[in-house]
């Protein structure tokens, strides 16, 4: 398997602009996380799915943020309109049976700079 | 709300030394504690998941111990080598609230050969 892929890996983007994040979970995965990393405040999760549901988005900072899951394959993390504060590296994480506290897995992350 | 702690930040160790890196949580209603390694630029590579039954695991040189009533856990590596220099982070998975898991910020480990 070629573990969960994020797109795109680098964005560098003007204050104002929409930014959209995209993850491919493992596939079988049925549970699918998202988080930000900052120096300043370290991993915090902004929001997570089981079975392409969101469960909870009490993580995520604003109204400018907003994430979907359409299919078990497949979420996007969206930032309108991007702030320089959102700079960080945004992971995409997956875990099969979330039920059973199982491991989660990481992309690579997409480090995010808006000027 | 769980709170997760990592001291020190950073370590500098000479290469063959055997070291332990700390991890605390504010709350033992715990139903795993994990560790994970991130490489600059890298995303985590999970390393050890110990169950809140167990009171350790062991995977080659690295050992990690869960004591839940003091709430503390431990990573030890033995005869550390260069290519152990990463940044390593514990995450507690509370039983109560949403958040599945929470980390604490990790401690820089460098290893000179």
């Not at chain 1, 370290?42 to 979907?68: C, H, Q, T, W």
């Not at chain 1, 309109?81 to 959102?86: A, G, I, K, L, V």
């Not at chain 1, 059973?100 to 000027?115: A, D, K, S």
């Not at chain 2, 999970?46 to 004591?67: F, H, K």
Request: charged letters at 20%.
């Amino acid at each position: 398997d070629a573990g969960v892929i994020q797109s795109p890996r680098h964005e560098v983007t003007e204050m104002g602009q929409e930014v959209t994040l995209r993850c491919k979970p493992i596939s079988g995965h049925n549970s699918l996380f998202w988080y930000r990393q900052t120096m300043m405040r370290g991993l915090e999760l902004l929001i997570y799915f089981n079975n392409n549901v969101p469960i909870d988005d009490s993580g995520m900072p604003e109204d400018r943020f907003s994430a979907k899951m359409p299919n078990a394959s497949f979420s996007t993390l969206k930032i309108q309109p991007s702030e320089p504060r959102d700079s960080a590296v945004y992971f995409c994480a997956s875990s099969l049976y979330y039920e059973r506290q199982e491991t989660q897995y990481f992309g690579p992350g997409t480090r995010l700079l808006v000027l | 709300k769980q709170e997760v702690t990592q001291i020190p930040a950073a370590l500098s160790v000479p290469e063959g030394e055997n070291l332990v890196l700390n991890c605390s949580f504010t709350d033992s209603a715990i139903y795993n504690l994990q560790w994970f390694r991130q490489d600059p630029g890298k995303g985590l590579t999970s390393l050890l998941l110990i169950q809140s039954s167990q009171r350790e695991q062991t995977s080659g040189r690295l050992n990690a111990s869960l004591d839940k009533s003091s709430g503390r856990s431990t990573l030890y590596i033995a005869a550390s080598q260069p290519g152990d220099s990463a940044t390593y982070l514990c995450a507690a998975m509370s039983l109560s609230g949403n958040t599945p898991l929470v980390f604490g910020k990790g401690t820089r480990l460098s290893v000179i050969a």
